[in-house]
């Protein structure tokens, strides 16, 4: 069966250290990945999308990797802040899915001083 | 900020009532989605939508029901609420896709936390 793995574990890091974040998927051929900062009591928001022909993705402090041999993608954030702490998703599309996106259970990053 | 709202972000109801959560965005966007999610879980996907009079059920089997009506409108409806409904339900949409094909990213409201007592 389809699945979308992440740490449901939180990371507790330091502030001015790399959190960095997984996303493992089986049975699954996605068309693209996405991220999205989920804060306690509100939607998501969406972060970063990288494509399946894409190796890797920056914004500002965030960069995201995929691997689809390895079925896997790594969301970083350099100089990790406390204002970073929040729940991260990863997201999968599908080509021929019309347009769904399926959703992991998230990883929660605490960030401290 | 995105411009997709939410109401009510709360309700406490008593069990068989009917009750209606409303989205609305103001973005133009013909995709719009409702997910459910429960405390530490993931988002499934109840309800979506392509457009006006177009809905769609999702992944998760839900007894809700939707309509689209109005592109900027779109509301989901409990004909009688059970305890086992209580849950953080979040409306999406989406914006056309890009340059190079799909993207589909999505747009969130606040959610509307349901209680079912």
């Known amino acids: 069966s389809q699945k979308i793995e992440q740490n449901s574990e939180a990371l507790n890091i330091q502030e001015g250290k790399t959190a960095t974040l997984t996303c493992n998927y089986t049975n699954y051929s996605p068309a693209y990945l996405q991220w999205y900062r989920q804060d306690p009591g509100r939607g998501p928001v969406f972060l970063l999308l990288i494509r399946e022909n894409e190796k890797e993705k920056r914004k500002e402090r965030l960069k995201v990797t995929f691997d689809t041999t390895l079925k896997q993608s790594l969301f970083h954030i350099t100089a990790s802040q406390p204002a970073d702490s929040a729940t991260y998703l990863c997201a999968l599309g599908v080509s021929g899915t019309a347009s769904k996106l399926t959703f992991g259970t998230g990883t929660r990053l605490q960030v401290t001083l | 900020e995105a411009d997709i709202y939410q109401t009510p972000r709360y309700l406490v109801i008593g069990t068989g009532k009917k009750i209606t959560l409303e989205c609305s965005q103001t973005?133009?966007?013909?995709?719009m989605y409702w997910y459910q999610q429960d405390p530490g879980m993931e988002l499934h996907l109840i309800h979506y939508s392509y457009g006006v009079n177009s809905t769609e059920k999702g992944d998760l089997s839900s007894e809700s029901t939707v309509s689209r009506i109005r592109t900027e409108h779109f509301p989901l409806t409990l004909e009688s609420a059970r305890p086992s409904h209580t849950s953080q339900y979040l409306c999406?949409?989406?914006?056309?896709?890009?340059?190079?094909?799909?993207?589909?990213?999505?747009?969130f409201g606040p959610g509307t936390r349901l209680t079912v007592l």
């Open positions: 999406a949409s989406s914006e056309p896709p890009g340059s190079g094909g799909v993207t589909d990213t999505q747009y």
């Open positions: 973005m133009g966007h013909d995709k």
